[in-house]
């Protein structure tokens, strides 16, 4: 079992930054994927980053490309999502989420364990 919590999350103003860390136990994590989704109120969750387990690939969402920056210490277990320039849009419940594989991948079906996600919100 793989127990994932993220942090990091809060209120932030438009323009600001925030760095989410997703640390997980029970077990290593530098043989798998990691990946980053976001649901919004009122909407379905969406796929927002991948890391392969190297960290030497990574994926965007279009929405947060050149905005955003996954990355990951294999060390200490952990993942980050840096958010730079937020905007209201970027507002939702953040989830950190486990491949099943070593390959990054934007599908949700392919993550095994999930956080229980952190809020972001963005005021304008």
């Known amino acids: 079992q793989v127990q994932l919590v993220e942090s990091g999350g809060g209120l932030v103003q438009a323009g600001g930054s925030l760095r989410l860390s997703c640390r997980a136990s029970g077990r290593t994590i530098s043989r798998n994927a990691m990946g980053w989704f976001r649901q919004a109120p009122g909407k379905e969750r969406d796929f927002v980053a991948t890391i392969n387990w190297s960290g030497r690939n990574t994926y965007y969402a279009h929405s947060v490309k050149g905005r955003f920056t996954i990355s990951r210490d294999n060390p200490t277990n952990t993942v980050y999502l840096q958010m730079n320039s937020l905007n209201p849009d970027d507002t939702a419940v953040y989830y950190c989420?486990?491949?099943?594989?070593?390959?990054?991948?934007?599908?949700?079906?392919?993550?095994?364990?999930w956080g229980q996600g952190t809020q972001v919100t963005v005021s304008s």
């Open positions: 989420a486990l491949d099943r594989d070593l390959g990054a991948t934007m599908s949700e079906a392919d993550y095994d364990y």
